[in-house]
């Protein structure tokens, strides 16, 4: 498997470019209108042609590239089929693979952050989108979200896979990069260490989060596979700038 983690900086998130070595085509996971250009720059340098698209969620912090790269150079956008965007191309549903030259990329249904939360298992490793992150877990307080949910979508699903299993999140704000299922299970303050279903909710209640300040324009506009909205205030411009430079995270 050819792979990349690639960082967005404005809203510390992962995008993850997998690739055929065989057939040379390629799929970026969560990819993010500000980093476009960095990521086609990357899929050239590796002369990779990219075939999908592929949304955990529909995003809340960032404006996906899914619908711009659909039109730069042809790619299919793939994203959770329970969520009826029209915009879709590919739906996603629980056990049906999607395959990628020689690899296969297994949608697991994992609600809770959001109600149509898809986490994608490939070879060694899962994304876990915002289900489950290094140390942490996406909040549940909007987008349907609920904690119950969440518990069961992660120890459940999550933590039933093998323990070396790789965990590759959407985010992490402390510039890691990478865990694994048994890290998880063992050192997790939320989800892990055997916490509860009544202590998980209770640790989601109390977090007293501020409301998500990108919410209201990346909802809309990742239902529309990724447009930026013509109203945006100057004081979010930066979530819909071009990054200037190419850092590969
Ligand atoms: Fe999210």
Not at 10 to 32: H, M, Q, R
Not at 112 to 136: E, M, Q, S, W
Not at 201 to 216: E, H, R, T, V
């Amino acid at each position: 498997m050819i792979f990349r983690q690639l960082e967005e900086p404005v809203s510390n998130t992962y995008t993850y470019l997998l690739g055929c070595p065989d057939t040379g085509e390629a799929l970026l996971i969560d990819p993010v209108i500000n980093s476009i250009d960095r990521d086609l720059q990357v899929l050239q340098s590796l002369g990779l042609k990219l075939v999908y698209t592929l949304d955990t969620h529909i995003h809340a912090d960032h404006i996906t590239s899914a619908k711009e790269l659909k039109q730069r150079v042809g790619s299919k956008i793939a994203a959770p089929a329970i969520d009826r965007l029209p915009c879709v191309d590919v739906g996603i549903v629980e056990a049906t693979p999607l395959q990628l030259g020689g690899l296969k990329i297994d949608p697991l249904h994992t609600p809770g952050h959001t109600d149509g939360h898809f986490a994608y298992r490939c070879a060694d490793r899962v994304f876990t989108g915002d289900a489950l992150l290094i140390d942490g877990c996406g909040r549940t307080d909007f987008q349907n979200g609920d904690a119950a949910t969440l518990y069961r979508s992660v120890v459940d699903k999550l933590f039933s896979m093998p323990d070396e299993t790789l965990v590759f999140p959407a985010h992490d704000y402390q510039n890691r990069r990478v865990s694994t299922i048994a890290q998880e299970k063992l050192r997790n303050p939320r989800l892990g260490k055997g916490r509860t279903l009544e202590e998980f909710q209770a640790i989601m209640a109390g977090l007293d989060l501020p409301y998500p300040k990108f919410i209201d324009y990346a909802v809309p506009g990742n239902r529309a596979c990724g447009v930026c909205p013509d109203d945006l205030p100057d004081a979010l411009r930066e979530y819909c700038e071009r990054m200037s430079d190419s850092p590969q995270g």
